[in-house]
């Protein structure tokens, strides 16, 4: 399953079997955010050039997911 570093080397965002996407600090390994809504396994991942989205796959889907920081009291 798909692994790829953010263009910034700040985030690794990951593939994974259990139909989710995870987004982790490659500083620290810290889940930041996970997201959910494939039916199926995600086989692949990529972030957009600017950082900011994250392409997914799932079989013959594809997502495109804007990646929002955190506000404060989350």
Do not use: M, N, Q
């Amino acid at each position: 399953y798909g692994t790829t570093l953010s263009p910034r080397g700040d985030r690794v965002a990951t593939a994974s079997a259990d139909k989710t996407i995870k987004i982790w600090s490659a500083l620290d390994g810290a889940c930041l955010l996970t997201l959910v809504g494939h039916e199926k396994g995600c086989s692949d991942v990529c972030w957009s050039a600017c950082g900011r989205y994250v392409a997914s796959a799932s079989g013959a889907f594809y997502t495109l997911v804007p990646i929002r920081p955190r506000s404060r009291g989350e």
